[in-house]
């Protein structure tokens, strides 16, 4: 296989139609899938992440899925270094890697290099995670507004990191990401400075599907009948009743929701409204990372509803340098 072989990187928004394209591919393909997504690495958490069944892992080998337990917390920085690795790793079996996901961060610090803010600071984490949340939200509307309309009010974690970042380097993290999405590829090094690095990472085709709002919610809420139709609920219920999720976990959508209902907070009806919500407004803070990504040299934009069409100029595509 030739070494300038151009494997594809499939984004677009939850329930967009990314892994029913990437097995279209990999149908035609001596393949093996990489998810690229925050919430598939975890353990356990498998109707609720749309992890792929048994008999098409069966069929297709995956990577990054089921790496950690989900009380464990996880990272980009954990996932840039594995992803790495199984993509040289399969061209090395002369296989080609399809990278798949919905977390769009996982995908620009794969084409890009990571963005990364200066190390933790202890003594100022703890001092934020003491802080009532609306305080904590209220500093961050002040001093990065830009951060503040993109991090949900309710994510305690990416505020915190937002105004660890602001602290330590006097800088608004939304003020470096611009930095990083305006062509400088590279990190923000521990010294607070900008180190930009070569061009690509990979040599790779960005495949970015495209959907209609309305046409999205329709599937967004088809999908979120189907998993709880496979038993979402008795899912979320063994691992909160078996204190298996940390405070990352759950974080995620759908189990979030469903964790409020157990605990008393809401009525189930009202749970399943929040996850369809919730899943929707993901998909539009989704949106504003495909608009990112729309800059990637040489990206191949496709209709959602039709992107199985394109798997002939796509396979066309792939091996070309």
Known sequence: MSVSLRFPVIVGPTAGGKSDLALALAAALPAEIISADAFQVFR???????????DVLARVPHHLVDVVEPTEPFSVSQWLPLADAAIADILARGRVPIVVG?????????????????????ALRVRLQATPLTELRAELVRVDPAAAARIHP??????IRALE??????????????QWDAGARGIVAPDRGWRPSSSARHACVLVGLEWEPDALARRINARVREMLDRGLMDEVRSLWRSARLGPQAREALGYKQLIEHLEGRSSLDDAVEAIKIESRRFAKNQRTWLR????T???????????????PELLATIGRS
């Not at 356990?44 to 048994?54: L, R, S």
């Not at 309710?154 to 505020?159: F, L, S």
Request: charged share 20%.
């Open 102 to 122: 919905g977390t769009h961060l996982y995908v620009k610090a794969l084409l890009d290099g990571m963005f990364e803010g200066p190390p933790p600071d202890p």
């Open 154 to 159: 309710n994510d305690q974690r990416r505020t």
């Open 165 to 178: 970042v602001y602290h330590q380097t006097g800088r608004p993290i939304s003020a470096l990401q611009t």
């Open 292 to 295: 990112r990504l729309r800059t």
């Open 297 to 311: 040299p040489g990206a191949i934009w496709l209709d959602g509803p039709r992107a199985l069409d394109a798997v």
């Open 44 to 54: 356990g958490m498998d109707i609720g992440t749309a992890k792929p069944a048994p």
